[in-house]
């Protein structure tokens, strides 16, 4: 049995949800406290790779993550006129021994939070409880909380150690680094929406398109809609904007017109960008921003985990996936009867530097940056790829970041 009988766990997103259900698992007495007052079915679309999946397999959630992601079949990135860059198949279809899903992030978010009522009692998650301090003792740690609008205090809270999953803003993040500031800007913005249209390529291709100043990204989310032959298609529309938007703006509605001509030549038969982005009912706004890997995640009995840790580009499919792993590794440690301190430290041991990778990697474009080499090499398109790229140099990229990412599938599929 773990030194930890009692855990604190900031933030009731995904990873936060997850860490809940492997601390519990480990006999962890866990209370997850989420800011907002009611965890709505919110967001766009998510991926989660085999490894991903595969720790949500281990909680028992195989069956019911089926039923809400699209398992995906392949991906593809083509260049800003539609062709070809490179495919590969994508989880079952590659030969994993777990699903790539597609899946909208708001029902992720609900199947995780029933799990968590269901195996851990409703009273196991405080909603409308935002933290305001905390203090690291000698024998635990103690936690006060505050309602968010009113400013209501909330009291306070004990236990062994606290987890902090309260994403790129995170309160305990600011607390041990007060001088990092604002996340660090791309340079590019994401219009996100979600359009029901007709089913392109498989029905289950994810899509790149474009280069690193322009790209267009879609992919199915929906079981539901797939059975009655359409596709509710997650899109991404991103562009090169010198100024990133003041924080108070992030996630909000927007305009179409303020990015949507820029694409309005996008129709490449077989996927219509621009009446994708014409149909859709609502379109969300988002800097590309993450921030410096960290020296240190671990402070005593205090930790951080998923973006409150390592905050990286949505890029390579890969930030839930991330927090997930997290836990996972916070919940194998866990087992090898270490002190509280020990067990956080050795979490911190395994993650801190994979995670590192992937954020420097992201800010390389990681995988994508096959669709930038495309068009620094042939800005006016190609006839023939192999004049532009070779199919040796395609797969390396594509195989390098697997590696980095965690999930080569002869590393993945022997565990």
Known sequence: MSHIKTALVVGGGIGGLVTALKLHEQGVNVTVFESVETIRELGVGINLLPHSVRVLTQLGLAEELHK???????????????????????????GYKWPQYSIHR???????????????????????????????????????????????????????VLIAVDGIHSVVRKHFYPNEGLPKYSGRILWRGITEADPYLTGRSMIMAGHQDQKFVAYPISPDSAAEGRSLVNWIAELNVETMPDRTDWNKEIDKEKFAPAFKDWNFGWLNVPKLIAEASAVYEFPMVDRDPLPQWTFGRITLLGDAAHPMYPIGSNGASQAILDADALGDVLAKQLSAEETLQAYEALRREPTANIVLTNRQNGPEVVMQIVEDRAPNGFERLEDVISYEELEEIANRYKKIAGFDRESLNAK
């Open 106 to 160: 708001g029902r992720l978010q609900m199947l995780l939070l029933t799990a968590v009522k269901e195996r851990l009692g409703d009273a196991a998650v405080l909603t409308g409880h935002h933290l305001t301090s905390f203090d690291n003792e000698a024998d635990g740690v103690v936690a006060r909380f505050a309602n968010k609008k009113t400013g209501e205090a909330l009291g306070e809270y004990r236990a062994d």
């Open 68 to 94: 809400i992601g699209i398992p995906t079949a392949e991906l593809m990135y083509v260049n800003k006129f539609g062709k070809k860059i490179w495919q590969e198949n994508r989880g079952i279809n590659a």
